[in-house]
């Protein structure tokens, strides 16, 4: 599972985030203890308790003394605040700057853009009617 070249506490959080997004995790929802991570993905005791005091410093899950780690009641909504905010300034601004650099006008990206989640709409649509 930890094969990245990210550490493996890093990885850990990302997934945890990723669950959290996908409603894998739901906020209130209790995580895995450390121990259980640590016996689950035989790692470290130590790596997932970093894994999960980063998650707590972000907002992303808290502890109840005694209990456990649980999702944050926000943190579907910040970590989708963070990924658009990501999303734009790692995708979205480099290529309106290609984009300007190469003379393609603005317009063009947006009917390229509208063009390929038409097309992705359909095909899920598609797929989903395929399957039923």
């Not at 130590?46 to 899950?61: E, R």
């Not at 601004?93 to 603005?106: F, H, K, T, W, Y």
Request: glycine share 6%; hydrophobic share 40%.
């Amino acid at each position: 599972m930890f094969d990245g070249r990210d550490p493996i506490y890093v990885q850990i959080a990302d997934q945890i985030r990723q669950d959290v997004l996908r409603g894998d995790l739901q906020p209130e929802e209790q995580v895995m203890s450390t121990t259980q991570y640590a016996t689950t993905f035989r790692i470290n005791p130590a790596t997932a308790a970093k894994a999960f005091a980063q998650l707590v410093d972000d907002g992303i899950l808290y502890k109840r003394r005694g209990v456990g780690m649980f999702v944050a009641a926000g943190a579907p909504d910040r970590l989708r605040a963070e990924g658009r905010e990501s999303f734009f300034a790692d995708v979205v601004d480099p290529v309106a700057d290609q984009a300007r650099a190469l003379g393609i006008p603005l317009e063009d990206v947006v009917a390229r853009l509208r063009a390929r989640t038409a097309r992705a709409t359909t095909t899920t649509t598609e797929a989903e009617g395929a399957a039923s």
